[in-house]
């Protein structure tokens, strides 16, 4: 599907009253998943314990700074 075919449905949903910013927000969160789905099909991706892991390391590190 090119990008336009996958944006057009999109905008297309969007109410009458919508603005320029709503359309753009829409595509922003089409792109945003598409690339998404490409880097879980090359492989790059966690699984939700890793991003536990991870997010649980970063919040520590977080605290730590606000400490200081």
Same mark, same amino acid.
Request: aromatic share 2%; hydrophobic share 40%; glycine share 4%.
């Given at each position: 599907?090119? %990008?336009? !075919?996958? &944006?057009?449905? &999109?905008? !297309? ?13 829409? %595509? &922003?969160?089409?792109? &945003?998943? !598409?690339?998404?789905?490409?880097? %879980? ?8 314990? !890793? %991003? ?17």
């Amino acid at each position: 599907m090119s %990008v336009k !075919e996958a &944006a057009h449905p &999109a905008i !297309e949903a969007l109410p009458d009253t919508a603005s320029l910013p709503d359309a753009a927000d829409r %595509v &922003a969160l089409l792109a &945003a998943l !598409e690339k998404g789905r490409h880097a %879980v099909r090359e492989g790059r991706w966690k699984s939700p314990e !890793e %991003v536990e892991k991870l997010l649980s390391s970063w919040l520590e590190k977080q605290s730590g700074r606000t400490r200081q």
